[in-house]
T-cell receptor, first 113, second 112 residues
Framework: DQQVKQNSPSLSVQEGRISILNCDYT??????FLWYKKYPAEGPTFLIS?????DKNEDGRFTVFLNKSAKHLSLHIVPSQPGDSAVYFC????????????FGKGTRLSVIA | DVKVTQSSRYLVKRTGEKVFLECVQD?????MFWYRQDPGLGLRLIYF???????EKGDIPEGYSVSREKKERFSLILESASTNQTSMYLC???????????FGEGSRLTVL
């Protein structure tokens, strides 16, 4: 049973517009959420995170929103740039637990110039 | 900066061969992980280790084993490689067990 779901395998956005990547989770014990970005032939790199005590965290062009009641989080990229084209993975953990991060299947973002 | 180094970026092996994938981290992290990434399947956890000489099975351990003889080194072993083990293998380490992961650049393994 998938605990972290990214239901959109791919997304195309025009350069300069907003990219919104979505993630849903089922485990109510999750209290820490992360987004990773991955280019082909490279390892994933950490992008941004959010704790369940917050509903928003912003870092430059990247903002993550958390809706605990809906068990949903989203990553907003504004404005989108061609260099943002990559696969984005959502991950979650029970921060106070002893279990590894659980990843979604990823969303491939293509930013078109 | 945290550095996780995987020994081979690209490998080509034949079915039945024994394969070693080595991973070294330089941040004194207790926790190390091996994932594989396949299109449409995301990142799947193979094995992880929370301490030297300790190992735990992840979601897809079949066909793999691991070794953690030193804190900084975590090796993934394919005893008898099969074509369905063709994949991108990613090693990671972390300070906390359920915290942020730092990944290596990956090892692309092709089994013919």
């Amino acid at each position: 049973d998938q605990q972290v779901k990214q239901n959109s395998p791919s997304l195309s956005v025009q350069e300069g517009r907003i990219s919104i990547l979505n993630c849903d989770y089922t485990n109510s014990m999750f209290d820490y959420f992360l987004w990773y970005k991955k280019y082909p032939a490279e390892g994933p790199t950490f992008l941004i995170s959010i704790s369940s005590i917050k509903d928003k965290n912003e870092d430059g062009r990247f903002t993550v929103f958390l809706n605990k009641s809906a068990k949903h989080l989203s990553l907003h990229i504004v404005p989108s740039q061609p260099g943002d084209s990559a696969v984005y993975f959502c991950a979650a953990s029970a921060n106070s637990g002893n279990t590894p991060l659980v990843f979604g299947k990823g969303t491939r973002l293509s930013v078109i110039a | 900066d945290v550095k996780v180094t995987q020994s081979s970026r690209y490998l080509v092996k034949r079915t039945g061969e024994k394969v070693f994938l080595e991973c070294v981290q330089d941040m004194d992290h207790e926790n190390m992980f091996w994932y594989r990434q396949d299109p449409g399947l995301g990142l799947r956890l193979i094995y992880f280790s929370y301490d030297v000489k300790m190992k735990e099975k992840g979601d897809i351990p079949e066909g793999y084993s691991v070794s953690r003889e030193k804190k900084e080194r975590f090796s993934l072993i394919l005893e008898s490689a099969s074509t369905n083990q063709t994949s991108m293998y990613l090693c990671a380490s972390s300070f906390r067990r359920s915290g942020e992961l730092f990944f290596g650049e990956g090892s692309r393994l092709t089994v013919l």
